[in-house]
T-cell receptor
Framework: DTGVSQNPRHKITKRGQNVTFRCDPI?????LYWYRQTLGQGPEFLTY????????KSRLLSDRFSAERPKGSFSTLEIQRTEQGDSAMYLC???????????FGSGTRLTVV | DQQVKQNSPSLSVQEGRISILNCDYT??????FLWYKKYPAEGPTFLIS?????DKNEDGRFTVFLNKSAKHLSLHIVPSQPGDSAVYFC??????????????FGQGTILTVHP
């Protein structure tokens, strides 16, 4: 069990560019979540997968954001036409069931300049 | 609409004393509560959880108390150690439907334990 892995750890991009983050969950976990955390706030839910199905998307997830989880394994989060307001820590978590092994990765810190 | 609130942005305690972190929630559908600890540049680390069918759960130095009628929970750390210095987040979830497992977090409380 190597935990939840997120890549890259840091990403600096120019406004208007597209970025993609990857999350590799704990192998036996069938649920995968994306959260966003800005300074001074707690993580905010973005979207959730059970296996390969995307079951819920937050209103925070604008049309510029898209997430996939092909084959129910790793997941990618893409942000198109990045804006300065997208600068945040993007966290991935996985779980087997509610309250059990709900584990976060170390996050990807995005800075849009 | 802040459904989970941690009203104390920071808390400072002396090593060996008790740390009490508080959390209030407004959504009566929440039935599972978790506390996470976070160091800078790392993801949140799970500490302890409690189901709404209980009012107390204990794990070593950490105890979580739940008062459903007041929609309030607290995390007690006894004795506090300098290594406990971190940001502590309270989180809540509700079972059922497609929100199963989604967590709603408070804003966090920065705990500083002085030697």
């Amino acid at each position: 069990d190597t935990g939840v892995s997120q890549n890259p750890r840091h990403k600096i991009t120019k406004r208007g560019q597209n970025v993609t983050f990857r999350c590799d969950p704990i192998s036996e976990h069938n649920r995968l979540y994306w959260y966003r955390q800005t300074l001074g706030q707690g993580p905010e839910f973005l979207t959730y997968f059970q296996n390969e199905a995307q079951l819920e998307k937050s209103r925070l997830l604008s049309d510029r954001f898209s997430a996939e989880r092909p084959k129910g394994s790793f997941s990618t989060l893409e942000i198109q036409r990045t804006e300065q307001g997208d600068s945040a820590m993007y966290l991935c978590a996985s779980s087997y069931r509610q309250g059990t092994g709900y584990t976060f990765g170390s996050g990807t810190r995005l800075t849009v300049v | 609409d802040q459904q989970v609130k941690q009203n104390s942005p920071s808390l400072s305690v002396q090593e060996g004393r008790i740390s009490i972190l508080n959390c209030d929630y407004t959504n009566s559908m929440f039935d599972y509560f978790l506390w996470y600890k976070k160091y800078p540049a790392e993801g949140p680390t799970f500490l302890i959880s409690i189901s709404s069918i209980k009012d107390k759960n204990e794990d070593g130095r950490f105890t979580v108390f739940l008062n459903k009628s007041a929609k309030h929970l607290s995390l007690h750390i006894v004795p506090s150690q300098p290594g406990d210095s971190a940001v502590y987040f309270c989180a809540a979830s509700s079972a059922g439907g497609t929100s199963y497992g989604k967590l709603t977090f408070g804003q966090g409380t920065i705990l500083t334990v002085h030697p």
